[in-house]
């Protein structure tokens, strides 16, 4: 992605100075500049910036009001602020430091030491950004099943136990679905493991997109998956199902698989239902469902009476 910076400064003869500065250490892809701190944040909602220079003293808003409005919206929360203050100011160099700013720059400034200030918290940045993408992926693989890409029996048990306590504190209907692949073995025996597993991911895409964006599919281990439906009457838990397991048979597999057909089995429980009070009744109530959609045939829904 491009590196901008957005520079706030009520006088276009600094401003150019600002900009000609950075552009001899090559620092930015993009310059952005503005008069005050309403065109700057209009700046902001369009555009990518790294960093802000911004004065204190500007017409129509002034940098105290662009600095709260910036630190109190989470898109630009982590954006780098120095402020740019005259000889003397040092009460509002504080008072812009306390605002949220990370440092500042007096004017008249030194080229020097202001393309070094930007380096060091562009660097700061850069490395804070790298972090929160590290975290970001490491709290995604751990909630999240490898071979499927969908959430793992973890993030799953989890997000039902919240679900479950939600519909009964609010009195809300939701549905859990329970799904197992037909005849898997024969598949694994016949095309082999590496195959069955790319079997699984196909069918776990198709599930996914079935899905409302608030549902939650989960693999709940070997070939079975479970389905969350939060707000999902028992008559619409099993529609969903019902599609599904109407999808899944039209997958089109690789070549080596093209012949290939699968279904699946699957069962349905919702809450509140007599005989469930909690996760596990929950739980043993859509696998219940489950085995007699297995046992009378297979390729079935079945619910939890």
């Known amino acids: 992605m491009a590196s901008g910076i957005l520079i706030l400064e009520d006088s276009p003869t600094v401003r150019k100075e600002i900009i000609e500065a950075l552009k001899n250490v090559d620092l930015f892809d993009n310059y952005f500049e503005a008069g005050d701190g309403v065109e700057g944040l209009k700046i902001l909602t369009s555009n990518h910036v790294d960093i802000i220079l911004c004065d204190l003293m500007m017409p ?13 919206e989470p898109p630009y ?11 003397g100011e040092s009460d509002l160099k504080i008072k812009g ?35 929160q993408k590290t975290n970001k992926m490491l709290k995604e693989l751990s909630v999240t099943d490898h071979l499927t890409r969908l959430y793992n029996r973890r993030y799953m048990m989890d997000a039902l136990e919240m679900e479950f ?20 073995k024969k598949v694994n025996d016949t095309f082999g493991h590496i195959q069955g597993d790319l079997v699984l991911a196909s069918i776990a895409d ?9 549902d939650i599919a989960a693999r709940y281990g070997g070939e079975e998956f ?40 699957l069962g349905v429980a919702s809450v509140p239902s007599p005989g469930i009070d909690s996760v596990d009744s929950l739980i043993n109530a859509a696998d219940d469902a489950l085995y007699r959609a297995k046992a009378e045939g297979r390729n079935l829904v079945r619910v939890f009476a």
């Open 60 to 72: 129509t808003m002034d940098g105290f009001k662009f600095l709260m409005k910036v630190k109190g």
């Open 77 to 87: 929360q982590n954006i780098p602020v120095i402020i740019l203050s005259g000889l």
């Open 97 to 131: 430091l306390k605002a949220g700013a990370i440092d500042y720059v007096t004017k008249p400034f030194d080229t020097g030491e202001l393309t070094a200030r930007i380096k060091v918290h562009l660097d700061i940045k850069t490395l804070q950004d790298n972090l």
């Open 165 to 184: 306590h939600r519909s009964i504190r609010k009195g809300i209907e939701f549905c859990l679905v329970l799904v197992d692949v037909d005849n898997f």
């Open 206 to 214: 198709t599930i996914q997109e079935e899905l409302r964006r608030y």
């Open 226 to 265: 479970a389905m969350i439906l939060p707000e999902t009457s028992r008559e619409d838990g099993v529609a969903v199902a019902d599609r599904v397991r109407n999808a899944v048979p039209k997958i089109k597999f690789h070549p080596l698989l093209k012949d290939l057909s699968v279904t699946i089995s």
